[in-house]
């Protein structure tokens, strides 16, 4: 039995059912509330959790001929699928040449392969869902040192000659600065493969796709237990679902349901503000090709253009359950470290979400039963991974493991201190890297 206790994240920041006060909420058409779930139902796999994993692995799992219901706590792409700063990177979360140190050079041209393959999905499932989700080209990893250059050169080498990824190459100087439009930043790697998009957007396509298939989402349903007997009992207020396999694809949102994945598996929460538009001069200056921007510090700053001009910002981290008083004032101070030009505008929004990190920051995906499955940990490169790990999961259940098992073999530690102290043990951590950042 698994249940959730003590403080919650699905509640500590959020009203229930309502996407938060972001700017990609308030572009686009939410829609009405999926019904919850009511009553006793029954199907073959029920997935806890409507975001980029659950309903990656819905979608194909209805492509497969199986009965699924999604349960989502509040809406789907409610959590960190629909909060993110939208960038669909290359490549792990972890670079190549650390792979293969950790893992050895066959695993780490597996993991590169299934990052590809990850890139390739989310563009096909756009395509064949037709979601209009504002994709576009180009993530420029910038380098906030200059010592950090030649290990950026080494890496792009590498990328062409051993992974045959000719979409990567080394930037430094004034082409650099006209690609982003600040001084900030001495090299980079610019990756025309890599891309963005507007995750909400996606996640809503997706959760549109999920029904289209003969799939069910029931919003605004919160789990509170899960039972294991002949068959899979998932307990709600006000209903049961029963399932002969299950999914938790909760991520950061997991609280106490799964203490075993919760145990490697740590919530962090992080911000992002937009810009009122930009004007015409800060518009023609600032990222110019509409790349997105990701930095080399420990805490990432990442941002990019929205279709309307605005600038999205995102970076700064908490560990405690609560957001900062004031989101804006507390990333804006990151934002003009980049491009004080922008002293004086505007910040129309300012919104937290809390995606989850594993030690290894690699995807933690595992089969925890032979009927009951957990994918979560994207670290921050969710857009790609979290979509391609639901469906490796959903292929997992119908009995093909080949890809699966490339994930699930790499090994996760639990964080020290375990549930109760991973919190304060991790922030005086990252007080360090914090510090280290700046050195």
Not at 322 to 332: A, E, N
Not at 337 to 354: H, K, R, V
Request: with cysteine; charged share 20%; aromatic share 8%.
């Amino acid at each position: 039995m698994a249940n959730y206790t003590g403080s919650n994240l699905l509640f500590s920041n959020d009203k229930l059912g309502v996407y938060p006060d972001s700017w990609y909420a308030a572009s686009v058409n939410t829609g009405k509330p999926k019904a919850s779930l009511t009553g006793a139902h029954k199907c073959d796999v029920a997935i806890i959790g409507a975001g980029f994993t659950g309903l990656s692995s819905a979608l194909r799992l209805c492509e497969l001929g199986y009965r699924v219901c999604v349960v989502e706590a509040h809406r789907a792409g409610w959590g960190a699928s629909g909060r993110n700063g939208g960038q669909l990177g290359s490549g792990q979360r972890v670079e190549q040449a650390t792979l293969e140190q950790r893992y050895g050079q066959n695993h780490a041209a597996q993991l590169w392969s299934l990052a590809e393959e990850s890139k390739s999905l989310v563009k096909r499932l756009i395509d064949r869902f037709n979601i209009e989700c504002d994709l576009q080209p180009g993530i420029i990893n910038a380098d906030h040192k200059t010592r950090f250059s030649a290990d950026t050169r080494h890496y792009i080498d590498l990328l062409n000659n051993q992974y045959n990824y000719s979409d990567i190459r080394y930037v430094e100087g004034e082409e650099l600065h006209a690609l982003t439009g600040t001084m900030r930043y001495p090299s980079a790697a610019v990756d025309t493969g890599a891309g963005h998009l507007h995750p909400l957007k996606y996640a809503l396509g997706l959760a549109k796709a999920v029904v289209e298939s003969g799939g069910e989402i029931f919003e605004n349903t919160v789990v509170e237990r899960v039972t294991h007997c002949d068959k899979i009992s998932i307990h709600t207020a006000h209903g049961t679902l029963e399932a002969d396999s299950l999914v938790y694809a909760c991520n950061g949102y997991l609280g106490g349901l799964q203490s075993s994945v919760a145990a490697r598996v740590m919530p962090i929460n992080n911000f992002i503000i937009a810009t009122s538009p930009l004007g015409a001069s800060d518009n023609s200056e600032i990222l110019p090709e509409n790349m997105a921007v990701a930095d080399s510090r420990f805490v990432v700053n990442y941002f990019r253009k929205s279709p309307d001009g605005r600038l999205l910002f995102g970076g700064r981290e908490s560990y405690g359950y609560t957001f900062p008083g004031d989101i804006k004032s507390y990333v804006r101070s990151a934002m003009l470290e980049i491009y004080p030009q922008l002293a004086s505008i505007d910040i129309d929004y300012g919104w937290g979400g809390t995606l989850a990190i594993t030690m290894n920051r690699m995807p933690h995906i595992s089969a925890l039963k032979p009927n009951v499955y957990s994918s979560s940990g994207y670290s921050g490169h969710g857009v790609g991974m979290a979509t391609l790990s639901g469906r490796l999961v959903a292929d997992a259940i119908d009995g093909t493991m080949k890809k699966f098992d490339v994930l699930a073999k790499v090994k996760h530690a639990k964080f020290p201190g375990g549930i109760s102290l991973r919190s304060p043990l991790m922030k005086l951590g990252m007080l360090y890297y914090s510090l280290r950042d700046k050195l």
